[in-house]
Structure formats: structure tokens, C-alpha cells
């Protein structure tokens, strides 16, 4: 597989999500049957290790078993993928990246060091250090709302303007404003925002989603993404449904304090295509599953297209 150029990097990419056995420990089974659905689905690719495949609840002997799964399905099936080198502790994210490169991913994606805040000084040291590691293979910076230091239109255009190695960005978005604040890297670096935001975000310069709504249903998030492109009227109505959908039935477990990947995971399960109950690796607790039948319903009576 060769390194994708930042115009390369676009259209919906999904996310493998961890199976977890009865002691809580994630396990390998299954995994490369994901992949072989995100492929017939039509994604256009396959990423790891982010919020959604719970990379923080994963050994370092782990890690690399399913990345070395992942990459030789995808490689096989000629699927473009990323690898996600994501470490709290930032030496780690170094040697991350290194066993990565082995593969020749599409790119690489890393969040900034998280036990503390960072500021710009520290954080476009890093990613330096990140790029010059990865050698030649594209770095995506993954920059969630949730981050210690989730940056600003403003301080993303500094810290990523002009860095050779940069070939996008993962994060929350924005309104238009944002967008119009962000136009300077725009047309250098590919901008991911959330999935449910597809439509409108595609349509102010965001060339596509590491998606939340792929982890509902692969197909139909393919199908929503030639929507985008072909009846952005219809992409829109959908979009709009697709959010009551969120803001009714899945907005309410983040209030209730679980965690946005324990929402993917369950959405998985609602949506029919992940096999298991929606568990967290332990310690953490994930939407009981007893939840799914109300939620499936209202998928079938909002968005049909997703049920």
C-alpha cells in the first residue's frame, strides 16, 4: 500500500471496533470479517487505534497483532488504510509509528501528548518529531473534543500551516465561521469532521469523515456519501434526520456519562453488523445492550436508510 496524498485522503473511512471477551480483555476473533464488510460496504478505507477501537485499553503486544490483522486484509482486499500510533506517553507514540511505517499505511494518525495540556510550542514539536519518524508516510493528527488541549481554528492553522509530513486533520469541525478561519489548510491537508456532519461539512470544504455513523451502517453511510456528491439536497434532508436520530436516542447515554466510543459500539450493535454486546474493555462499562431494541425502532422510523 503507498502513502496517500492529502487529495487522496477522502469519503468515509471506517473503523474496526474491538470484540471483548467474558474477563474484559479485547480479542482478536472476527476482525478480519470486519474488514471484509467495511470493503463490501464500498468505504474508502479502513483506519485503527482511534477513540472508537478503544486504543487506550490496549497492550502494546495487542496493538500490533491487530494492526498486523487489519494490514494484511486490507492489503490484500487493496484497501486503503491508516494506522493509528495514538500513545498518552509520547516516546511510545514514536516507536508507534515506527512498527507502523513497516506496513506502508495510507498514513498515520496520532493525538498530541494527554496527560497535560500542551500549548503550540510543544505540541508543533511533536508533531515534527512524529513526521520525521514516520519517514515518508503522511501524519493525520487526530484532535478530538475530548483532548486535554482541543485547539481552535485559529491555533490549528499555525500549528499545522507549512509542516512537510501533515496530510490531515481529524476533529470536531464547526460552523461556518470555522470553516472560513480554517481556509488556509483547506487546500493543503485533508479535514475530517464527525460523520453525522457529512453533508454540510463536505459542502464547506471538509473532504470527508472518519465516521461515527459508519459504525450504524457501513453500506448505507456509503450510499449517504454519493448523496453528498450527486443530491446535496437529499444529502441534507438525511443529514438533518440523521441528527434528530442522534440528538434523541444516542445524545442522552453521553448525559448520562458514557463515553462518545461506548455510543459507536452500541450504534454497531443497533445497527445489526457487529456481532456482539456492546462491551467496553474493563474497567469500562459500556450502553447495556437491553437498550438496543427502543433505539433500533427509532432507527427504522427516522432513518430508515440506516436501519
Not at 512524529?130 to 493528527?141: D, F, H, N, Q, S
Not at 482541543?150 to 470553516?179: R, S
Not at 475530517?192 to 470527508?208: E, L, N, T
Amino acid at each position: 500500500m503507498k502513502a496517500l496524498a492529502p487529495h487522496e485522503i477522502n469519503g468515509v473511512w471506517a473503523t474496526p471496533l474491538l470484540r471483548v471477551g467474558p474477563n474484559g480483555q479485547p480479542i482478536l476473533d472476527g476482525l478480519a470479517d470486519q474488514i471484509d464488510h467495511f470493503a463490501d460496504a464500498g468505504v474508502d478505507g479502513v483506519y485503527t487505534h482511534g477513540t472508537a477501537a478503544e486504543f487506550h485499553g490496549q497492550s502494546d503486544a495487542f496493538f500490533r497483532a491487530f494492526c498486523d490483522v487489519v494490514a494484511q486484509r486490507c492489503t490484500a482486499l487493496h484497501l486503503p488504510f491508516q494506522i493509528g500510533a495514538s500513545h498518552p506517553f509520547a516516546h511510545e507514540t514514536l516507536k508507534r509509528i515506527k512498527f507502523a511505517r513497516s506496513w506502508h499505511p495510507a498514513a498515520i494518525q496520532v493525538v498530541l501528548p494527554d496527560w497535560a495540556p500542551v500549548d503550540l510550542r510543544v505540541a508543533r514539536r511533536f508533531i515534527e518529531g512524529c513526521v520525521a519518524e514516520a519517514t515518508g508516510v503522511g501524519i493525520v493528527l487526530y484532535n478530538p473534543p475530548h483532548a486535554k488541549r482541543a485547539f481552535q481554528a485559529k491555533d490549528l492553522v499555525a500549528l499545522l500551516k507549512d509542516v512537510p509530513g501533515i496530510v490531515g486533520l481529524k476533529c470536531a469541525g464547526g460552523d461556518a465561521d470555522w470553516f472560513t478561519q480554517m481556509q488556509p489548510l483547506l487546500a493543503d491537508i485533508s479535514v475530517f469532521i464527525p460523520g453525522h456532519f457529512m453533508a454540510s461539512g463536505m459542502a464547506k470544504g471538509a473532504r470527508g469523515s472518519y465516521s461515527n455513523v459508519c459504525c450504524l451502517n457501513p453500506h448505507a453511510t456509503v450510499v449517504w456519501r454519493d448523496q453528498v456528491a450527486n443530491d446535496p439536497r437529499g444529502a441534507m434532508e438525511l443529514e438533518h434526520r440523521i441528527n434528530a436520530f442522534m440528538t434523541q436516542y444516542i445524545q442522552p447515554f453521553i448525559t448520562a456519562g458514557y463515553p462518545g466510543y461506548a455510543c459507536d459500539k452500541f450504534m454497531a450493535y443497533v445497527g445489526g453488523w457487529f456481532p456482539d454486546p456492546p462491551d467496553l474493555v474493563w474497567p469500562y462499562l459500556g450502553i447495556p445492550k437491553d437498550e438496543a431494541p427502543r433505539v433500533r425502532q427509532a432507527l427504522k422510523d427516522i432513518i430508515p436508510e440506516f436501519s
